[in-house]
């Protein structure tokens, strides 16, 4: 199995792409997240995860680690035009859950691969309604402390998933990582997954 670099602090991301069996190498990289005025939130999304790639790709360098290939994902979520990116405090979560609350939204992700020349990316996009959230159930899920480091205030993959009541997309991708997607990312770079 060849070596990858995953680029990214999402823990999430790091046990889906096990999952795939890959050898996974961790690589840091930090670049500004400010989207730009006016930028749509898939275009932000995509811009990011590219930005992210070409940022490790000079820190792989600048180290002079091995030239495996890089991977970076961006999720993004909005509503009515607006990017809501992770809480700055408790304050912050509520009103992003209060304005998610018996609505739907889109969630981006976006994934890029990089491998010597190559670069392969693309968004994928899912449809998530919320059911009507009481205020109880929005300061009990802040209480658990899961909403602070998720964008939108949310992560599918726990408590979370019991506000959604109807999903149109990739329940991977909601969660950091759209599986389908990042498979055939990956097979255009060269990289087998399950013997593909």
């Known amino acids: ?25 961790s ?5 500004d997240e400010t989207p730009y005025p006016n930028e749509e939130a898939k275009a932000y999304c995509l811009r990011v995860a590219i930005e992210k790639n070409k940022a490790a790709q000079a820190v792989r360098s600048a180290k002079n680690l091995a030239n495996f290939p890089i991977l970076t994902a961006d999720t993004t979520v909005s509503i009515d035009q607006m990017i809501l990116g ?7 979560a509520y009103s992003m859950l209060k ?31 919320f059911k009507v959230l009481s205020d109880q159930e929005i300061n009990a899920y802040i209480a658990t402390g899961q909403p602070m480091d998720k964008a939108g205030s949310y992560g599918i993959q726990g408590i979370g998933g019991c506000f959604i009541s109807h999903l149109s997309g990739s329940f991977t991708g909601v969660m950091g990582l759209p599986m389908y997607e990042t498979a055939d990312l990956l097979k255009q770079c060269g990289i087998a997954v399950l013997g593909k």
């Open 86 to 92: 992770k809480p700055k405090d408790k304050d912050e």
């Open 1 to 25: 199995m060849k070596p990858i670099y995953l680029a990214s602090n999402s823990p999430r991301r790091w046990e889906l792409l096990q999952q795939l069996g890959l050898d996974l190498h």
């Open 27 to 31: 690589l840091q990289s930090e670049i």
């Open 99 to 129: 304005r998610l609350s018996g609505k739907t939204h889109q969630v981006f992700t976006a994934v890029c691969v990089s491998d010597g020349e190559q670069q392969y990316s693309c968004v994928q996009t899912s449809e998530v309604t």
